[in-house]
């Protein structure tokens, strides 16, 4: 049943857009094959100790934090608005 604005099946619609968005996100931090020596964003050396704590690796820590600040910002997003705070 539909209610206010919404159709029906939108609250679904709703949770399954949510977790796709989680998941995009996990398999982003997900890394795997060869650590690369070097940043592939700014260049700088990556130790050794992040290459062997995580196989697969690509960014130094700060191209990484920046990455993740970037990408938790998107994940904020608000799909339950109501359409009272749409109107404003």
Same mark, same amino acid.
């Given at each position: 049943?539909?209610?206010?604005? $919404? $159709?029906?099946?939108? /609250? =679904? #619609? ?12 996990? *398999? $982003? *931090?997900?890394?795997? &094959? #060869?650590?690369?020596?070097? +940043?592939?964003? +700014? &260049?700088?050396?990556? $130790? #050794?100790? *992040? ?5 697969? /690796? ?5 191209? *990484?934090?920046?990455? #993740? %600040? %970037? =990408? ?10 109501? %359409?009272?705070?749409?109107? %404003?």
């Amino acid at each position: 049943m539909a209610g206010g604005w $919404s $159709s029906d099946g939108a /609250v =679904h #619609e709703q949770i399954d857009a949510s977790v796709e968005d989680a998941v995009r996100l996990a *398999r $982003s *931090r997900i890394t795997n &094959g #060869e650590s690369l020596t070097r +940043c592939e964003q +700014c &260049g700088e050396p990556i $130790s #050794e100790a *992040r290459q062997k704590a995580l196989p697969g /690796v690509r960014l130094c820590i700060e191209c *990484r934090s920046e990455f #993740e %600040k %970037k =990408h938790e910002a998107l994940t904020g997003f608000n799909r339950r608005a109501g %359409k009272d705070s749409q109107l %404003k």
